[in-house]
């Protein structure tokens, strides 16, 4: 993994869109079904939105019925910081970008093969590189 990126938030406010700093800074989440990759088929590499860190290949992307981007596994497991999240009454884990310390969603234990985990992400939180 690449040196942490440490910047501080106004920094960060500036380079994110709202809706990205809302999520990514804040912890906020999408509306399901409203994510511009929720349904993208395509082959590649989703990375995160903030800093560029390669996290999720499109093979391990699935189709949950949730609303969000879902995947099995990251690329590997150290693309992907994972930290207990008691926030809304609820126990989750959250799913961070170790390079930016970026909100990029929660983990479940309800997701296909062959890990059996769901990581449901934000759209906004990705950008994706389409295989050439």
């Known amino acids: 993994m690449a040196e942490k990126i440490k910047k501080s938030e106004s920094e960060w406010k500036k380079e994110l869109t709202p809706e990205q700093f809302n999520i990514l800074r804040e ?4 509306r399901p079904f409203s994510g511009k990759h929720t349904n993208n088929k395509k082959k590649g590499i989703y990375r995160c939105a903030a800093c560029g ?4 290949l499109s093979d391990a992307k699935f189709d949950s019925g949730t609303g969000w981007p879902s995947f099995t596994a990251p690329i590997s497991d150290d ?22 310390g970026g909100h990029l969603g929660h983990v479940f234990d309800d997701g296909s093969k ?10 906004v939180a990705l950008d994706f590189k389409e295989e050439d």
């Open 53 to 56: 860190n390669e996290l999720f």
């Open 79 to 100: 693309m992907v910081e994972t930290e207990e999240d008691m926030r809304h009454g609820m126990q989750r884990t959250e799913v961070l970008c170790p390079k930016c």
């Open 114 to 123: 062959p890990t059996g985990q769901r990581f449901c992400i934000n759209s």
């Open 27 to 30: 912890k906020g989440t999408e």
